[in-house]
């Protein structure tokens, strides 16, 4: 698995949560329109869910690595933000 699979209206949640995963132009669409315009109008339809998805994958699998070590062996992890089940790569 290399990137999650998501809907457009997930890949909006996750870009109004990490808006890192947004390229150079929404972010500065999100500065000049503000934050009211850019969530309702600009989020629904100017986002690549393919990339998103991706970099939402990676994202998350690194910040998996890093609380790996605290974890005991086999445990699962859910993530109630998105309803994601992870489980051990």
């Known amino acids: 698995m290399e990137a999650f699979k998501v809907s457009r209206n997930i890949a909006r949640l996750i870009i109004l949560q990490r808006t890192e995963l947004t390229n150079l132009f929404l972010k500065k669409l999100r500065k000049i329109f503000g934050r009211y ?42 993530s109630l933000d998105l309803v994601l089940v992870v489980l051990k790569f």
């Open 37 to 78: 315009i850019y969530s309702n109008f600009v989020s629904k339809y100017c986002i690549n869910i393919n990339k998103i998805g991706r970099e939402y994958f990676s994202l998350m699998k690194s910040e998996y690595r890093v609380i790996e070590s605290y974890l005991s062996s086999g445990q699962k992890i859910l």
